[in-house]
Nanobody, 123 residues
Framework: QVQLAEFGGGLVQPGGSLRLSCAIS????????VGWFRRAPGKEREGVSC????????YYRDSVEGRFTISRDNAKNTVFLQMNSLKPEDTAVYYC????????????????WGQGTQVTVSS
């Protein structure tokens, strides 16, 4: 059984940092595109960042480029999202999603999804 478990959400002040973790069990991260979506209250779900473990390809949406960094630890079967210079508009529930194909991830049609972790950026 494949499971994705997110860790690291919380409350942080504007300008602060958080690191999210997505621990994957039941399937190896080596052959997956793994990344993060977020959904803010009253808004559509949006893809934030993704890394494809086969070639290290990374994707960032424009609004987080330069502030967020995605990485992976194949030995731990875990993907991380380092979020710096956080803004109130980054407030959302962040979901880890994984699929063998980046196209499916990009279209929010990933095979595997986590339960989500809340990130709140507020003073």
């Amino acid at each position: 059984q494949v499971q994705l478990a997110e860790f690291g959400g919380g409350l942080v002040q504007p300008g602060g940092s958080l690191r999210l973790s997505c621990a994957i069990s039941g399937v190896t991260v080596n052959n997956l595109a793994v990344g993060w979506f977020r959904r803010a209250p009253g808004k559509e779900r949006e893809g934030v960042s993704c890394i494809h473990s086969t070639d290290g390809f990374t994707y960032y949406r424009d609004s987080v480029e330069g502030r967020f960094t995605i990485s992976r630890d194949n030995a731990k079967n875990t993907v991380f999202l380092q979020m710096n210079s956080l803004k109130p508009e980054d407030t959302a529930v962040y979901y880890c999603a994984a699929d063998p194909y980046f196209a499916n991830w990009y279209l929010a049609k990933s095979t595997y999804w986590g339960q989500g972790t809340q990130v709140t950026v507020s003073s």
